[in-house]
């Protein structure tokens, strides 16, 4: 495969450093050009993070002498792709403004994600919503050739849908969920929480998380209209989610408990959902792709940093532990523990996630790999 040019928006912030790690050895994106704020443009990448670097490998060499710019689609024109670790409070007009400039979008910030064509996508979720992005591009005046925006989900959320959509596709509808999360604090980007703040504590609300996971959940796990112009959010038979978000103090790793009821009476034994989610293979390709056959390793060439599988069941009664699991298939699985009998809802169980890899840039490098073998880039 020709390698493709990309490159990062909010290139210096905690997200775009995974970026970094992640592109400067994908094997067909080829890594050109940075953009960050700018009190950072006309520094070279070293320079610009010399004092915020939180990575535990050293800079990529390849990316070191890398000049940043200004977040403006005139310095991006060699570029396909661009992956945006934008702060939230600029992301939404500059990634609107690289969409129609024709180039694709990959953003983790929360901007998009409510817009009506634009995918809120969760790689090992629903891949196949992409299928609205010709109706995105249309939208725009003149229509978009190449130019489109796909969101990621709010990191606790992505944890939080993987178990539920291998529960949903393997048993039908489920009516509630309820879910206590402890998200670690490189969630809140650098410097984040104050450690006055955290050390010794727990901080037992995170601003706007909880209607964000009561919401996206809906988006992510319902279906979209089979002219492709339109998602469904769950409406048909739409999930009651009670999302309760505190800040614990955990490095990275957002650790949640999730209480689950299914519409379906009786509901499946814990035996039954413990192969529902052994079992689960994300849909990364739709049938009629000609590798949807295609071997482990034969679709680790077409979807390179997709995990070997999208749950890791751990079957020690203490485990997932954020510090223990989180490093897991590089961040890119979801892990899940402690399976059992709800006495008020059907079943519960423990949900791990790495809130800066599959919450963040991970899926964000899997989502433009499918895009890219679906045809839409
Ligand atoms: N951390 C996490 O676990 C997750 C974060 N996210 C989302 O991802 C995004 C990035 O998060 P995170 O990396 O933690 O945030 P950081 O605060 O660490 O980084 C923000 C980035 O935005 C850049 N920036 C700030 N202002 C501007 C501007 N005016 N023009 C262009 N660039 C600008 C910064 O550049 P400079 O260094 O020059 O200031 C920096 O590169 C956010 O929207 C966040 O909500 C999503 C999921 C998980
Ligand atoms: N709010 C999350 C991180 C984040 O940035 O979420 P979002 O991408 O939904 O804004 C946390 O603090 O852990």
Request: net charge neutral.
């Amino acid at each position: 495969m020709s390698s493709i040019s990309v490159g990062v928006l909010g290139a210096t912030g905690l997200v775009g450093q995974s970026f970094i790690l992640l592109l400067s050895s994908h094997p067909f994106f080829r890594l050109t050009t940075l953009g960050a704020s700018p009190a950072s443009a006309g520094l070279a990448y070293s320079k610009a993070v010399e004092n915020k670097w939180k990575q535990s490998t050293c800079i990529p060499s390849s990316v070191q002498a890398i000049k940043l710019h200004e977040c403006k689609p005139e310095h991006f024109s060699s570029c396909q792709i661009v992956f945006s670790g934008l702060d939230a409070d600029v992301a939404g007009d500059i990634e609107s403004a690289f969409r129609a400039a024709n180039i694709a979008v990959f953003s983790n910030a929360k901007n998009h994600r409510r817009d009506p064509s634009v995918p809120l996508l969760v790689p090992l979720v629903n891949p196949h919503h992409l299928s609205i992005l010709p109706h995105q591009r249309s939208l725009h005046t003149p229509p978009l050739q190449k130019g489109f925006i796909v969101t990621n989900a709010n990191c606790s959320t992505t944890a939080l849908v993987v178990p539920l959509s291998a529960l949903q596709s393997r048993f039908g509808p489920i009516d509630q969920v309820i879910v206590t999360t402890m998200q670690a604090i490189s969630g809140a980007g650098y410097p984040g929480v104050s450690a006055i703040d955290i050390l010794d504590n727990v901080v037992p609300y995170i601003s706007g998380e909880e209607e964000k996971m009561e919401w996206e959940t809906l988006k992510i796990l319902g279906g979209i209209a089979e002219d492709g112009k339109s998602f469904d959010n769950h409406s048909a038979h739409p999930i009651k989610v009670s999302a309760s978000c505190n800040r614990v103090p955990v490095h990275t790793g957002h650790i949640m408990t999730a209480s689950v009821k299914f519409a379906k009476h009786p509901p499946p034994s814990i035996d039954e959902v413990l192969k529902a989610f052994d079992e689960y293979v994300p849909p990364y390709l739709p049938q009629s792709h000609p590798s949807f056959n295609a071997s482990a390793s034969d679709l680790s060439k077409i979807i390179p940093t997709a995990p070997p599988k999208a749950i890791h069941i751990h079957t020690t009664p203490n485990r997932p532990q954020p510090l223990l699991d989180r490093h897991l298939d590089k961040g890119a699985s979801v892990s899940v523990g402690r399976v059992r009998e709800c006495g008020v809802l059907d079943v519960k169980f423990v949900v791990l996630g790495n809130n800066v890899a599959i919450g963040a840039a991970t899926s964000s490098v899997i989502n433009a790999e499918i895009a890219l073998a679906r045809g839409y880039i």
